[in-house]
């Protein structure tokens, strides 16, 4: 008999970022398993768009107005809270849950609170561990870190992304035994093969949720100080009208381009058409983003902190900013990539070999099985048979409407 689990996140695609696509492609590979049948309840907003179904999935929608496509704020997370706490004994009714599997320590994790004798997991994923991000809610962190504590307590197991939001988890949530569990991608078959010439412009391309974590102000800065260079930003946020004032104040308007939020198969348009993928953000727990740009061979700059450097192998894959003094070492860092662009093929081909070696979706799947028989083998669920991902399809069930 398949075990049921049960997926929960406060964002799921189209809304939200990489715990949400870590979601889908997790629920994906788990249904093409003979162990498991998964039930999702997940936020959505339908002015932002349909979400995708995983068939044979039982999906749960929880709607709600979201203050953009990747921001939720805390209004919307206190409405998905209580509209989850009023679903889930519903959900807990029809199907024998064997265990339950939460995005997010906070805000998702304490649902915990109202199934105690089911066992659960928890993806810590940066913005749910207080001070990862450093000023980003800071206020909830300190209101809300004893119960953030006890979710974690609670949990059978609980997995970072990376090895620093682990020893983060571990250092501020009293949680020793925090485990890694990266992200994955899928390598397109498509590789990038064409660079700009010195005559041309660096073409320089971040992707990202354009908030004040992500410290876009210091790559305008940057892009500012470097000539030959032009930068393209894909996404949305509530640092977009600021950052084109800035981009105007510094007289930078013609050399930077505000893309606003694009389709996936647009993202990776504009990948492909850059020299080099840059996100300033020192708090990531594990870019998808940045992911992205690197399985296509695409060469990145990041910030020699979090789990961006867990990803890049500094002057193999990419190059490291010190975080102590972003700006300078951003500007210095596009400075020689704008004057010698002869080690680009090759970091982008070591970009590309690292996501089809260490950062594949069968591996964090796999490992995301052994913690699921683990804790089910502990709390006096019997070990389902060992197998490997992807044998058989899921059952034949209709999926939910997903304009509904």
Same mark, same amino acid.
């Given at each position: 008999?398949?075990?049921?689990?049960? #997926?929960?996140?406060?964002?799921?695609?189209? +809304?939200?970022?990489?715990?949400?696509?870590?979601?889908?492609?997790?629920?994906?590979?788990?249904?093409?398993?003979?162990?498991?049948?998964?039930?999702?309840?997940?936020?959505?907003?339908?002015?932002?768009?349909? /979400?995708?179904?995983?068939?044979?999935?039982?999906?749960?929608?929880?709607?709600?107005?979201?203050?953009?496509?990747?921001?939720? !704020?805390?209004?919307?997370?206190?409405?998905?809270?209580?509209?989850?706490?009023?679903?889930?004994?519903? +959900?807990?009714?029809?199907?024998?849950?064997?265990?339950?599997?939460?995005?997010?320590?906070?805000?998702?994790?304490?649902?915990? /609170?109202?199934?105690?004798?089911?066992?659960?997991?928890?993806?810590?994923?940066?913005? =749910?561990?207080?001070?990862?991000?450093?000023?980003?809610?800071?206020?909830?962190?300190?209101?809300?870190?004893? %119960?953030?504590?006890?979710?974690?307590? !609670?949990?059978?197991?609980?997995?970072?992304?990376?090895?620093?939001?682990?020893?983060?988890?571990?250092?501020?949530?009293?949680?020793?035994?925090?485990?890694?569990?990266?992200?994955?991608?899928?390598?397109?078959?498509?590789?990038?093969?064409?660079?700009?010439? %010195?005559?041309?412009?660096?073409?320089?391309?971040?992707?990202?949720?354009?908030?004040?974590?992500?410290?876009?102000?210091? #790559?305008?800065?940057?892009?500012?100080?470097?000539?030959?260079?032009?930068?393209?930003?894909?996404?949305?946020?509530?640092? #977009?009208?600021?950052?084109?004032?800035?981009?105007?104040?510094?007289?930078?308007?013609?050399?930077?381009? /505000?893309?606003?939020?694009?389709?996936?198969?647009?993202?990776?348009?504009?990948?492909?058409?850059?020299?080099?993928?840059?996100?300033?953000?020192? !708090?990531?727990?594990?870019?998808?983003?940045?992911?992205?740009?690197?399985?296509?061979? %695409?060469?990145?700059?990041?910030?020699?902190?979090?789990?961006?450097?867990?990803?890049?192998?500094?002057?193999?894959?990419?190059?490291?900013?010190?975080?102590? =003094? #972003?700006?300078?070492?951003?500007?210095?860092?596009?400075?020689?990539?704008?004057?010698?662009?002869?080690?680009?093929?090759?970091?982008?081909?070591?970009?590309?070999?690292?996501?089809?070696?260490?950062?594949?979706?069968?591996?964090?799947?796999?490992?995301?099985?052994?913690?699921?028989?683990?804790?089910?083998?502990?709390?006096?669920?019997?070990?389902?048979?060992?197998?490997?991902?992807?044998?058989?399809?899921?059952?034949?069930?209709?999926?939910?409407?997903?304009?509904?």
């Amino acid at each position: 008999m398949k075990k049921e689990i049960l #997926l929960v996140n406060y964002e799921y695609p189209p +809304i939200g970022g990489g715990a949400g696509k870590a979601m889908f492609h997790l629920a994906q590979e788990l249904m093409r398993t003979e162990e498991y049948h998964l039930t999702m309840m997940f936020g959505a907003d339908a002015r932002l768009g349909a /979400f995708p179904t995983i068939e044979g999935a039982n999906h749960y929608p929880l709607f709600s107005s979201r203050d953009g496509m990747h921001r939720t !704020g805390a209004a919307c997370m206190v409405k998905f809270l209580v509209r989850a706490y009023s679903m889930l004994p519903a +959900i807990l009714k029809d199907r024998k849950i064997d265990l339950i599997h939460y995005f997010f320590s906070m805000p998702t994790g304490l649902l915990s /609170f109202a199934h105690p004798k089911i066992p659960y997991i928890v993806s810590m994923r940066g913005g =749910d561990c207080p001070g990862y991000n450093a000023g980003e809610m800071e206020v909830m962190h300190r209101i809300m870190r004893p %119960l953030n504590r006890r979710v974690v307590k !609670g949990a059978c197991k609980v997995v970072a992304v990376s090895q620093a939001l682990r020893d983060a988890v571990r250092s501020t949530l009293n949680a020793p035994a925090c485990q890694v569990i990266p992200n994955g991608i899928d390598v397109p078959n498509e590789s990038k093969t064409q660079y700009s010439k %010195l005559i041309e412009p660096l073409r320089l391309v971040m992707v990202s949720r354009l908030s004040a974590t992500k410290r876009t102000e210091l #790559l305008l800065a940057a892009v500012s100080r470097v000539r030959g260079c032009h930068l393209t930003l894909v996404g949305e946020g509530e640092k #977009l009208a600021d950052l084109k004032a800035q981009a105007q104040a510094l007289g930078i308007l013609d050399r930077v381009d /505000f893309k606003g939020c694009l389709p996936k198969s647009l993202v990776y348009r504009e990948l492909h058409k850059a020299d080099v993928f840059v996100l300033p953000s020192p !708090g990531e727990g594990m870019s998808n983003a940045m992911l992205e740009a690197m399985s296509v061979g %695409l060469p990145v700059v990041g910030v020699n902190s979090g789990g961006t450097r867990e990803l890049v192998d500094n002057g193999v894959s990419g190059w490291l900013a010190d975080p102590r =003094d #972003l700006e300078t070492g951003l500007t210095g860092v596009i400075a020689r990539l704008v004057a010698d662009r002869s080690g680009l093929p090759d970091a982008g081909r070591a970009a590309r070999a690292a996501c089809r070696d260490r950062f594949t979706w069968g591996a964090t799947v796999e490992a995301y099985r052994k913690i699921y028989q683990e804790c089910m083998f502990q709390s006096g669920t019997p070990r389902i048979k060992p197998g490997a991902c992807g044998s058989k399809p899921g059952p034949d069930q209709a999926p939910l409407d997903a304009n509904r």
